[in-house]
């Protein structure tokens, strides 16, 4: 049996953050059937692996149990996994990081798809979006961080906090091609520094085989339409 099971809708967005975790620590995992997670997600709270409105779900096997809350996986995962540094700071910026990607899909999704992108509101969000993106090189410039080399935190290896700035700028621009060039400018630094984890031999194998499966999805729905009729 695979170490883990992971219930996700077969796109990146918030699954690849736990992929991209799993992959780098070498885990084995399995991806639940769509139709297993419809049926988990529409089960009785009472009755859930772990009470849940929205995947992704993670099972551990080993210990027995679920979580959910990309948040709450990602912290499980990277704690367990001697992903988060052990200095107070350092720990907590990983979950500013953390949240601070949560917050950047809202955005761009307009809040999982609550209203749809126009022309007009993509505009007016660039700014915002820059900022976004600048708020995460300025962290990194904090810690020595350059294009070429270092992370996020100043640590001497990747951290969670470098594979979540992996898993979200790197994956939304990949997908989301006409972004690259805005990151490029506004977070040079972290440019280069998702190519770099992009690099890493597990996260190539993983790329690989997640564009094989999803294509150039990145957070599907309507709300993905949407945003590539304005990009
Ligand atoms: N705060 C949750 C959000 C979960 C979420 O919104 N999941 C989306 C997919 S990315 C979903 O399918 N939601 C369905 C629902 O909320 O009913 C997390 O970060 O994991």
């Known amino acids: 049996m695979a170490d883990y099971t992971l219930f996700y809708w077969p796109i990146p967005f918030r699954g690849q953050f736990i992929r991209s975790v799993l992959a780098h620590v070498g885990a084995s995992w399995t991806e639940a059937d769509t139709t297993d997670l419809v049926h988990l ?4 709270p009472a009755q859930q692996a772990v009470p849940f409105m929205g995947p992704p779900v993670l099972t551990d096997h080993a210990a027995g ?6 948040q709450a996986i990602l912290t499980y995962l990277g704690g367990k996994h001697g992903l988060i540094p052990d200095d107070l700071l350092q720990a907590a910026l990983t979950h500013k990081v953390i949240a601070d990607a949560n917050d950047v899909l ?4 307009l809040h999982n798809g609550a209203q749809m992108w126009t022309a007009t509101s993509w505009t007016a969000f660039q700014p915002r979006l820059e900022r976004w993106m600048a708020i995460f090189e300025a962290l990194g410039s ?37 972004l690259r ?16 984890i992009g690099a890493l031999p597990a996260q190539k194998a993983l790329w690989h ?5 999803y294509g150039d999805a990145w957070c599907g729905g309507q709300i993905e339409a949407s945003l590539r009729a304005v990009i």
């Open 209 to 213: 085989q997640s564009q094989e499966q």
């Open 142 to 178: 904090e810690n020595d961080l350059s294009a070429e080399k270092g992370f996020i935190l100043g640590t001497e290896a990747p951290s969670l906090a470098d594979l979540v700035t992996y898993s979200l700028w790197g994956v939304m621009t990949a997908q989301l091609s006409p």
């Open 106 to 109: 809202y955005e761009m999704t």
């Open 65 to 70: 149990t679920s979580l959910a809350q990309t």
């Open 181 to 196: 060039s805005v990151l490029d400018r506004a977070a040079p630094s972290i440019s280069g520094l998702v190519d770099r």
């Open 41 to 44: 997600k529409s089960s009785d």
